[in-house]
């Protein structure tokens, strides 16, 4: 456990590096690559460079309580510069590079009275289009040196010279901001990615913050002599305790991805920062879960069949040796434990060198991850375990780990932390049975800004409502089955959560890229769908060379196709019984577009924003409770397919 220098066992973010730097100073904190090769930066610089930032904001102006905004790409700046922020008594307001200026990034700039902004040269230009529209913007602080400089921006090369002059002048500065701080201020306004809703400001605290490290520490192990690299975006909660400040905690470091000229030169940078950092743990999300998957079986196929064919048998080996993790090698299955060692010789660890071959695990946050995912890389050695939060608790509040863990489970929880299964009218259920979370902890948010109504929503007698749907099994593990308001009702009040249903869909199908499906207390489940135009358009021509795509017959062959792949679900089908028939989707809208981060309908974590959606395609949605609703081939369907 964390011994801390502060007495009081309530410490700051503050306190936390403080401690750090007493016991790790010249450990290698931070790793960034900017030119040919990563290099690091000791707890004790980053303390310097921290309070260097601190004494720039406060000779700028920055007073306590004030809004800092930051939006950067991940690199030391952004820890380094929030670590600032709080030293100067202000408060952050992380924000995702994803935004976009003309909605959603000024909303929760006016919205969080955000007084100064520390911005990336990547980003500056956003906040540049909008700078005049934001009435409280007193500073713009730029990371990357620019050819010139408009009003109200200063290089934040400039701001910390700045701040090493004025500490000069005045050394006890940093110590009288810091001696305001306490651990109920809030240290940061990180906003919701609104799936169901608009962004809410979550508060947190520093002691939000301080306190769900310490519960993530009774669930992982992390030696100072660990690395990570950070993948996710450093504005999410996530990425604040289960990557930097449980690892600054622990004395262990912290590398971010060299950012390239583009968002897609970043991506194809994460394999090879990987292979040159060598993590022991990584962070990941379904999308980058699958996106490694897929390299990985590529590559395997580009071996040749032989190679190709033995990996997957191996792989099955492993499958049904391991089971769910927490029963693997039981009875007979032992007998296979010789052959699986060798397979990992020869094989596996091949795939593990991909990921610079320190890798021990990785932990899946966001939404839930597949469990045939959680098998694949339990099987080659690098399991992926499933954990689950959300930022109003700061987010960890449960997690599979390498001592404990059940695969398809979100884990067990951290501790110390209450938690509670309750009916939709608020009494407490037995184990098994399925109902809302609701947890009571130190890491439970403060509330949302400026938002009574949604904080008394949430928050009740301390205790946070997640409108999640989950149970306790026997063991302690907790499983969570999907978003409250995402839920389908059926006319008779019946509930069903639809993520399994369109999860598998989109997995089983070359011909669909997206679905959603709806329930609103209506006769039956339908369906919104995106299609892959394109498979279909090869399906239709291997059926018909001669038929022109643009004709009436054509878009009816792949409309009925169609159909076929969610008929498959019913009985005779490929699928039949894997979900309750009557969830099945009796009525479908085909869409013109995908949903994406462009057209608002997904957030910046890649989850499909439900309110949204049917919000937008209300007319289509109604259309499908009409007579003649429930037959595919309708003029809206053939206008749909482009």
Sequence with gaps: MLTLKNTCMRPTIIDF????????????????????????????????????????????????????????????????????ILHAGAINVPLSIKLEESNDLIFRLIHSETKYVLVSGGQLKKIRLIAGALPELIKIIVFDKQPSYEEKEIPLEDLMA???????KHPDAIEKSVAKVKPDDV???????????????????????????????????????FRTLIILPLDHCFAHVAGFYSFMASGASVATVQAGKTGMETLKNIPINIKEIKPNLLLSVPALAKSFKKNIETSIRAKGPVI????????????????????????????????????DKILFAKVREGFGGNLEYFIGGGALLDIDLQRFYYAIGMPMFQGYGLS????????????????????????????????????????????????????????????????????????????????????????VLGRFKSLLISS????????????????????????LLYNNQNPYT??????????????????????????????????????????????????EGAFPERWLPAAIAVLPEPFTEQNGLVNSTMK???????????????????????????????????
């Design 308 to 343: 190709n064919g033995l990996f997957k048998y191996a792989l099955n080996l492993s499958y049904s040796y391991n089971k769910e993790g927490f029963n693997k090698g039981k009875g007979f299955q032992m007998l296979k434990k010789p052959l699986l060692a060798l397979f």
């Design 187 to 225: 240290a940061t306004i990180s906003y919701t990615s609104g799936t169901t809703a608009d962004p809410k400001g979550v508060m947190l605290t520093h002691r939000n913050y301080t306190a769900n490290v310490e519960q993530a520490l009774t669930l992982m192990s992390i030696p100072e002599t």
């Design 492 to 515: 008779d009040g019946e509930k069903y959560s639809p993520e399994g249903i369109e999860e598998s869909l989109v997995e089983n199908s070359h011909f669909i890229d997206q679905v």
């Design 162 to 168: 700045q701040g090493e002059e004025y500490l000069l």
């Design 17 to 84: 590096l403080n401690t750090s730097v007493e016991k790790y100073a010249s450990n290698p904190f931070l790793w960034e690559k900017t030119s040919d090769k990563f290099l690091p930066t000791t707890y004790v610089e980053t303390k310097i460079l921290s309070h260097k930032v601190a004494a720039g904001l406060i000779k700028l102006g920055v007073k306590y309580g004030d809004k800092v905004a930051l939006l950067s790409e991940g690199r030391n700046a952004w820890i380094y510069g929030e670590l600032g």
């Design 392 to 479: 109003e608790a700061t987010p960890i509040i449960s997690s599979n780990g390498l001592k404990r863990h059940k695969l398809g489970s979100s884990g067990y929880l951290v501790s110390p932390l209450e938690l509670k299964i309750l009916d939709s009218d608020g009494k407490e259920l037995p184990l098994g049975q399925k109902g809302e979370i609701v947890i009571k902890g130190e890491n439970v948010m403060a509330g949302y800004f400026k938002n009574e109504k949604a904080s008394a929503e949430t928050l009740k007698d301390g205790w946070l409502h997640t409108g999640d749907m989950g149970y306790m099994d026997k063991d302690d593990f907790l499983y």
């Design 526 to 575: 339908s369906a919104l769908v995106v299609p892959n135009y394109e498979a279909l358009k090869r399906y239709v021509h291997r059926k018909n060379p001669e038929m022109n795509w643009e004709s009436k017959e054509a878009k009816e062959l792949a409309l009925t196709k169609l159909q076929r792949e969610f008929n498959e679900y019913r009985k005779g089908g490929k699928f």
């Design 608 to 642: 499909v924003i439900r309110g949204k959606v049917e919000e937008r395609y209300a007319d289509r949605i109604e259309k499908l409770y009409s007579p003649s609703g429930k037959e595919i081939i309708n003029d809206e369907n053939i206008q749909s397919i482009s």
